[in-house]
């Protein structure tokens, strides 16, 4: 079974920092792009930032660019969310998933999601 | 940024009947050289993740059952359920991924009546 299982949420005080890891089983993880979302509580879905199968792209929303990194350790099978210069509209659980692959002898990745992993709770408050 | 707006926010359906969510988004998701639509639907139940229902617009997920289907064209789509079940209370999101940032609508909150 595909799994993604986060870590690292908690308690943070304003212009602090965190870093979210997600480990991944059940499939070649070298081989799919991995996002992360965040979910207020109570409110909608918004992506946070994407990174390829070999970690040399990487993207964002501008809500967290230059606060955000992404990151992956391929040998170990784990993505990574280090949040720096954290505020109050940063708190949310934060989703790791899986961008989807097309596979017609040419391997296409697209960026539709599944599976989620059951999130990891941060929350900036002082 | 691509903006999804879904319709309505929330909906009231009797078990058995017909549910219809609609999704627009402020510009295309159809890719015109390959005739795919860059929409992808989730349910959310309450306490749990999002769970990918449809992609392409209209291609059901593998083990999601056949009362879910969508629908659309370049900038407007829609998610049947067309016998609700009371499995079928959750929150549905829409989702594009024709570009970054990959947006979802605000989501729609589908009740038992």
């Known amino acids: 079974e595909d799994q993604l299982v986060e870590s690292g949420g908690g308690l943070v005080q304003p212009g602090g920092s965190l870093r979210l890891s997600c480990a991944a089983s059940?499939?070649?993880?070298?081989?799919?792009?991995m996002h992360w979302v965040r979910q207020v509580p109570g409110k909608g879905l918004v992506w946070v930032s994407r990174?390829?199968?070999?970690?040399?792209?990487?993207d964002y929303a501008d809500s967290v660019k230059g606060r955000f990194t992404i990151s992956r350790d391929n040998a170990e099978n784990t993505v990574f969310l280090q949040m720096n210069s954290l505020s109050a509209e940063d708190t949310a659980v934060y989703y790791c998933?899986?961008?989807?692959?097309?596979?017609?002898?040419?391997?296409?990745?697209?960026?539709?999601?599944?599976?989620w992993g059951q999130g990891t709770l941060v929350t900036v408050s002082s | 940024d691509i903006v999804m707006t879904q319709s309505p926010d929330s909906l009231a359906v009797s078990l058995g009947e017909r549910a219809t969510i609609n999704c627009k988004s402020s510009?295309?998701?159809?890719?015109?050289?390959?005739?795919?639509?860059?929409l992808a639907w989730y349910q959310q139940k309450p306490g749990q993740p999002p769970k990918l229902l449809i992609y392409w617009g209209s291609t059901r997920e593998s083990g999601v059952p056949d009362r879910f289907s969508g629908s659309g064209s370049g900038t407007d789509f829609t998610l049947t359920i067309s016998s609700l079940q009371a499995e079928d209370v959750a929150v549905y999101y829409c989702q594009q991924y024709y570009s970054a940032p990959y947006t979802f609508g605000q989501g729609t909150k589908l009740e038992i009546k």
């Open positions: 510009q295309t998701v159809l890719n015109s050289s390959t005739n795919k639509r860059y």
């Open positions: 990174i390829n199968s070999d970690g040399t792209g990487t």
């Open positions: 998933t899986r961008g989807a692959l097309e596979i017609f002898g040419l391997v296409t990745p697209h960026n539709w999601f599944d599976p």
């Open positions: 059940g499939f070649t993880f070298d081989t799919y792009w």
